[in-house]
């Protein structure tokens, strides 16, 4: 069974930095695409960023500059270094993965159970 167990959120300061992390766990022959959503209450989840097995990265543009999104491929993590934090990135922010488990099946996406971060002062 696979599972994402992310870590490192809190409450941070205007102009702050934190840093959030996810690892992947379990039966897992490869990962793809590896991304990091958030959710506002009573809001869509939105895309903050992704990378792809090779490396490829892309950023909502209310995050560029400002977030960094980077992956081991050896020990199935992915990490979200979050600098110059403002009020309106608070939100619950999940991993997410396109995990292969093995040859003969197809991808399928996998999810974490969310971290809260809280920008304010």
């Known amino acids: 069974q696979v599972q994402l167990v992310e870590s490192g959120g809190g409450l941070v300061q205007p102009g702050g930095s934190l840093r959030l992390s996810c690892a992947a766990s379990g039966s897992i022959y490869s990962i793809n695409d590896m991304t990091w959503y958030r959710q506002v209450p009573g809001e869509r989840r939105e895309l903050v960023a992704t990378i792809t097995s090779s490396g490829v990265t892309n950023y909502a543009d209310s995050v560029k500059g400002r977030f960094t999104i980077s992956r081991d491929n050896a020990k199935n993590t992915v990490d979200l270094q979050m600098n110059s934090l403002k009020p309106e990135d608070t939100a619950v922010y999940y991993c997410?993965?396109?995990?292969?488990?093995?040859?003969?099946?197809?991808?399928?996406?996998?999810w974490g159970q969310g971290t809260q971060v809280t920008v304010s002062s």
């Open positions: 997410n993965a396109d995990i292969v488990l093995n040859i003969f099946s197809d991808s399928r996406d996998y």
